[in-house]
């Protein structure tokens, strides 16, 4: 007697899948962008990264920014850089483009002006 392996129901691909990607698209459009790696972490998500179009102009300028701070960064037994004076202007440019967004986004945390701050 010969047995065949082939007989019954066909064999189903049964590996787990460790490694994958989920995009989530909202109704306002904000993407965000859930990355898996079950060998890592194995009880959820390894990153969640959203990304909302209205904050798409404060991202790029953050991103500016610490490309701009990292040159200056002191790294292991290095002497500290000077920042030149047109990254210098080019940071506070910088800082207040960003300081702007995010007050026109929340008003309640710009700085109260105080009218007697000179007082003694």
């Known amino acids: 007697m010969i ?20 995009n989530f698209k909202d109704h306002k459009g904000e993407v965000s962008i859930w990355d898996w790696d079950k060998t890592r972490f194995p009880n959820g998500p390894l990153s969640v ?4 179009p209205q904050w ?12 701009l701070l990292s040159q200056y960064e002191v790294k292991g037994n290095e002497r500290k850089k000077r920042i030149t004076k047109a990254d210098k202007l080019e940071i ?22 105080r009218k007697n701050a000179k007082r003694k």
């Not at 990264?49 to 909302?52: F, G, L, P, R, S």
């Open 3 to 22: 047995k065949s392996s082939n007989k019954g129901r066909p064999a189903e691909n049964d590996t787990l899948i460790l490694k994958y990607t989920q």
């Open 49 to 52: 990264t959203i990304k909302d």
């Open 92 to 113: 506070e440019a910088l800082e207040n483009e960003i300081n702007e967004i995010w007050y026109g986004f929340y008003p309640e945390d710009r700085p109260k002006v």
């Open 56 to 67: 798409a102009e404060f991202d790029k300028l953050e991103n500016k920014l610490s490309s």
